[in-house]
């Protein structure tokens, strides 16, 4: 009798080991399935894709107490693999970005690699190949005879500096191409969108642009942008007169009367908000 109640008892036992296991199994399926769900909800914030997984495990009987340690597990997989995705959707729209002699092709490519780009951050878009997707961007600023294409392409360039600020040491190698929008203006729109990516750039690489004599080309038609375009042509000009040598002086000389006529107009504007005031 003992003898078959250990035997009973060990079934019994190796029933239960099994059935666990079998529960293990499918609670890590479950997960697995859990995780691939989240991947389709790129444009939704972190906090909501990671709310919508815990809710979607508890619903699968995952309780509700595992889901804090399991939080940064999951959360890591999660941004991996959003990065991966992000890194590969770049990789196709490279392609695209490179199809010399399919302009529409290039703009569709530029657009949604703008929009790839305004909803990424530096978690979402690991592995972007910057120094691949720069110098394309530059050869479509390039194409003077399309708007939409230049207008996408510095759009893509400065989202870029945006989601991924230490791409701006790529993306220096374009300043030449931005100052050339500011010498001749074929489009508004194209060379305001310069002076945003300019003002950018100057944050970090005013060095670069005042070299380049970048201070005169984004005074030169100041008067002609809007308010805020002006408001960034400006920053420009600060940012490159911050460090400057003697030696560098000779870049903003000729600025000078501008920026002083502009100061002069400035305190003009406040004289005149103080006279009302008072009166």
Do not use: W
């Amino acid at each position: 009798m003992a003898d078959s109640d250990n035997n009973q008892d060990g079934a019994n036992s190796s029933a239960a080991r099994t059935d666990e296991a079998s529960q293990g199994a499918s609670a890590s399926s479950s997960v697995a399935g859990a995780v691939g769900m989240t991947t389709s909800g790129e444009s939704e914030s972190d906090d909501s894709e990671m709310g919508r997984l815990q809710a979607l495990l508890e619903a699968r009987g995952l309780p509700p107490h595992l889901f804090g340690p399991l939080g940064p597990r999951m959360s890591q997989l999660f941004h991996r693999t959003i990065g991966s995705g992000a890194s590969s959707k770049a990789q196709q729209l490279l392609q695209g970005l490179q199809a010399t002699g399919d302009e529409s092709q290039q703009l569709q490519a530029a657009i949604e690699m703008c929009q790839l780009l305004v909803m990424g951050n530096e978690e979402t878009l690991g592995g972007f190949p910057v120094k691949s997707v720069v110098p394309a961007l530059i050869t479509l600023l390039q194409m003077e005879h399309n708007f939409e294409i230049m207008n996408h392409a510095s759009r893509a360039l400065t989202y870029m500096m945006e989601a991924l600020p230490r791409s701006s040491a790529v993306v220096v190698d374009a300043i030449p191409v931005f100052l050339e929008k500011l010498q001749v203006i074929q489009f508004i729109d194209v060379a305001e969108q310069a002076l945003t990516a300019l003002e950018m750039l100057s944050r970090r690489h005013s060095k670069a642009i005042l070299q380049a004599g970048g201070l005169a080309d984004c005074l030169l038609y100041l008067e002609f942008f809007s308010i805020n375009a002006q408001r960034n042509a400006l920053a420009i000009a600060a940012n490159c007169c911050q460090s400057i040598t003697p030696d560098e002086f000779h870049f903003v000389a000729d600025s000078l009367p501008l920026l002083t006529q502009r100061l002069t107009h400035q305190v003009r504007i406040h004289l005149c908000k103080m006279k009302n005031v008072i009166t």
